[in-house]
């Protein structure tokens, strides 16, 4: 067995460094996931890299590419859209971003994603705080480790920094934007899920279910970084009626239509990181 199971992220980070050279490195990485599509249009000076798997790429409108550039006066490294276990990425090259940002030296990661309602209270276009997560998927840290990434056994505690959770509630008040707050439930999907999952989920604790975030979230934390996470309400729970029915081309709808908002309000918290 390799000794080092990051030896393959050397050769993208030994060219992002070359890139480097002369210019300021990022402090700040962002997942662009659901929502946050157009905040890569805000940010200054930028140029993109591809991270893409031979041919293929990620789904649904995500793009797949590293954008480097600067917003809210800090320099960022945003990863457009995201590599999702259901398209058949491995949890090693989910984490691939993540870990070459933390080789950069990026120390706070901001991730979006759609997400279905499973708390009741819950409305389509709602922004939810991630407060924390259940996840059913395959956990990222699985395999050797690298003590200079982070422990064997990290804590999972406050994975949701609560720094940020805080700055984003006090600019979203500025803002006159309500904010829901809640857990987040990650499960691999394609498919959704059915009344009876979504009757379970709610039972266990879940506010919010969809299928991304939380592994890249649990590699940022093992790896030291902040972490701030959103769910936009982009579908209500499911039940046994005939008019509730998931519907993926509504899911990117509704995800859009919250961009403005989100994109807005993440700025404001880069600038005040």
Avoid: W
């Amino acid at each position: 067995m390799n000794e080092n199971p990051f030896t393959h992220y050397l050769l993208p980070f030994n060219y992002l460094s070359h890139i480097f050279e002369g210019r300021a490195k990022p402090t700040v990485g962002i997942i662009l996931g659901s929502g946050l599509g157009r905040l890569s249009d805000t940010i200054e000076d930028s140029f993109s890299i591809p991270l893409k798997r031979n041919a293929s790429q990620s789904t649904i409108g995500h793009k797949g590419n590293l954008i480097l550039g600067t917003l809210g006066g800090k320099q960022v490294a945003a990863m457009q859209g995201r590599f999702h276990y259901y398209e058949g990425y491995s949890m090693e090259e989910i984490a691939l971003p993540i870990r070459i940002m933390k080789m950069l030296g990026i120390s706070t990661l901001l991730v979006s994603n759609a997400a279905g309602a499973l708390n009741p209270d819950f409305r389509v276009g709602d922004l939810m705080v991630i407060t924390d997560h259940i996840n059913f998927m395959p956990n990222p840290l699985i395999g050797p480790n690298v003590d200079s990434q982070g422990p064997r056994f990290p804590d999972m505690t406050d994975i949701y920094t609560p720094r940020l959770r805080k700055i984003a509630l006090e600019q979203s008040a500025e803002m006159g934007l309500a904010l829901r707050e809640g857990v987040y439930v990650a499960e691999t999907g394609p498919s959704y899920e059915t009344p009876a999952e979504y009757r379970m989920f709610r039972l266990l604790g879940g506010d919010a279910v969809g299928m991304s975030t939380v592994p890249e979230v649990i590699v940022a934390h093992h790896c030291g970084m902040e972490v701030f996470g959103m769910s936009v309400i982009t579908n209500q729970s499911n039940d046994l009626s005939e008019d509730n029915k998931n519907d993926g081309n509504d899911v990117v709808v509704q995800a859009d239509k919250a961009s403005e908002k989100m994109t807005a309000l993440f700025t404001r918290i880069i600038e005040r990181l």
